[in-house]
Nanobody
Framework: QVQLVESGGGLVQPGGSLRLSCAAS????????MGWYRQAAGKQRELVAGITRGSTTNYADSLKGRFTISRDNAKNTVYLQMNSLKPEDTAVYYC????????????????WGQGTQVTVSS
């Protein structure tokens, strides 16, 4: 019913930047909260940043100032601008969305993207 497609991951040198995108499609009436999570090898998944439909944001304390989350409601897309990347940022980054459907049952339901790999290495 709803698909989240992530893009923008890849290999980058320390200090570099990447911009991740996640586009939602399907039977969408509206999207409430959207967020980015990441999971490094051998570690549990953690919140990176979240954003409401009104663009109120929240960040993991350790990432505030380097990462910026934003969204385009007309495109049902959320972005994550990552600057000053460090090797410790290496992880699979996952998009998450809380979606109200335009069909019954409406939800809201939670959806996850398949993840995109970000590798920070020299």
């Amino acid at each position: 019913q709803v698909q989240l497609v992530e893009s923008g991951g890849g290999l980058v040198q320390p200090g570099g930047s990447l911009r991740l995108s996640c586009a939602a499609s399907g039977s969408i009436l509206s999207i409430y909260h959207m967020g980015w999570y990441r999971q490094a090898a051998g570690k549990q998944r953690e919140l990176v940043a979240g954003i409401t439909r009104g663009s109120t944001t929240n960040y993991a304390d350790s990432l505030k100032g380097r990462f910026t989350i934003s969204r385009d409601n007309a495109k049902n897309t959320v972005y994550l601008q990552m600057n000053s990347l460090k090797p410790e940022d290496t992880a699979v980054y996952y998009c998450h969305a809380e979606v109200l459907l335009n069909i019954l049952p409406r939800g809201p339901f939670e959806y996850w993207g398949q993840g995109t790999q970000v590798t920070v290495s020299s």
